[in-house]
């Protein structure tokens, strides 16, 4: 007996393509209704159909969206914020931006209803009101990403703030000149402000000087991180909110531990014990119980901070944050040194070489001898002014004779 012939049935909504004599027609469901497409070539066919599906499946599929019937930005960006705050570190700082700045100004307004001027607008509303250009600048590149999603879900067609001119974004640029942050000089105020920090914060301090780790990543250390034989730190995690977490740039490296680091290392380990984090908040180096996931199993960088502006202050040097004392001073003083650009790079786990060409002005062969003597002229003045004598008589036109002019042509004054 014959096998019973059954009939494949194809996915709701897939489409589908058949041959009819020498064309090729392609089916698809959109809206609840059948559509049909007839081509002379397979592949093209095929390929049309492809492109269908996949914008139904994207909802970009039929007939476009009434700007009226689209959502306000407040209610598009309530969802972006909880997801985003789930994905990036800036999310609590992007929920502040948007609640303080951004969702008073565009919140109630269509995705369609944002232009270039009405962001104009807002960054000039914002400058006048006192607001750093470099938060203004944040909070319009925060808006950028928020519309990259809004594009995404089809409620707008463009991106406002890919349209705006370059004077609109020279408004937000900003002026923090990067060359100018202060940094210790030399090493020997390095040595002073170390004299002057008490245990841990001078410990704290050194890693901070002499290995350029940023504040998250000396608190978050742990004795697991140093290996004192390889003389090298493993920098894998920092503290942020009270917990430990990924990395600014989530790439884990290796520090060097320099020779004037390790003896201060070496001390500080035989001090503590060598177990868990290098350094523990007042009540648990003396031996309190751990609140773990709270913010009392760190140290406070508020407390760092509040330490060494005194340590500043006794040193006569000043006003410094813990950032230019540590981290800004170990990069300017391993350049002013003779250290490549490139290592530099590596030691301080910059993303980006950009962030790492700024230090690139402290170069000690940034000028050359041949650079100094490029224009050699010399502009000096003579010791004494000179003046012509008035013209004696018998001299006509003022011009004494061959055997006058040798002897007493010019008389030269001292200052």
Not at 113 to 119: F, G, L, P, T
Request: hydrophobic share 35%; with cysteine.
């Amino acid at each position: 007996m014959a096998k019973k012939k059954t009939k494949t049935r194809r996915n709701f909504g897939s489409g589908g393509i058949r041959h009819r004599g020498e064309t090729w027609q392609i089916m698809w469901r959109e809206h609840g209704q059948r559509h049909y497409e007839t081509y002379t070539d397979e592949d093209k066919a095929r390929k049309v159909l492809t492109r269908i599906l996949g914008d139904i499946a994207a909802g970009r599929g039929g007939l476009a969206r009434d700007p009226k019937d689209a959502p306000t930005l407040a209610e598009l960006a309530k969802p972006w914020l909880e997801r985003r705050q789930k994905t990036h570190r800036a999310g609590t700082d992007d929920r502040c931006r948007w609640r303080l700045h951004l969702g008073p100004y565009f919140g109630a307004r269509k995705p369609g209803e944002v232009d270039a001027a009405s962001i104009r607008r807002f960054i000039e509303a914002k400058l006048t009101a006192g607001l750093a250009a470099s938060t203004v600048g944040h909070c319009i590149r925060l808006l950028s990403t928020f519309y990259a999603d809004v594009l995404e879900q089809g409620h707008a067609t463009t991106n406002p703030v890919a349209s705006l001119p370059r004077s609109t974004r020279r408004l937000y640029r900003s002026t923090y000149d990067t060359k100018g942050t202060p940094f210790l000089q030399t090493l020997a105020d390095v040595r002073r402000v170390f004299l002057a920090l008490p245990e841990p914060y001078s410990v704290a301090f050194a890693v901070g000087a002499l290995a350029g780790l940023r504040v998250g990543e000396t608190l978050g250390l742990s004795w697991e991180d140093i290996d004192l034989a390889g003389r090298r730190i493993h920098v894998r995690q920092q503290m942020q909110d009270g917990r430990l977490g990924p990395l600014k740039d989530d790439e884990p490296r290796i520090v060097p531990i320099l020779k004037s680091l390790a003896p201060i290392v070496t001390a500080w380990r035989l001090k503590t014990g060598g177990e868990g984090l290098l350094f523990k908040p007042a009540n648990l180096a003396r031996g309190g119980r751990p609140d773990l996931g709270t913010a009392s199993t760190f140290i406070r960088p508020h407390t760092l901070h509040k330490h060494l502006a005194k340590a500043i202050k006794d040193c006569g040097l000043p006003k410094m944050s813990w950032y230019c004392c540590t981290r800004h001073t170990f990069a300017s003083l391993f350049v002013l040194g003779g250290g490549s650009l490139e290592l530099l790079r590596t030691l301080m786990g910059h993303a980006s070489v950009t962030t790492t060409e700024r230090y690139s002005h402290l170069r000690p062969d940034l000028f050359t001898e041949a650079t100094f003597a490029a224009m050699d002229v010399d502009l000096s003045k003579p010791a004494g002014s000179v003046v012509s004598l008035p013209p004696v008589p018998g001299d006509l036109g003022g011009r004494l004779s061959p055997s006058e002019s040798e002897t007493d042509s010019k008389v030269s004054l001292s200052c």
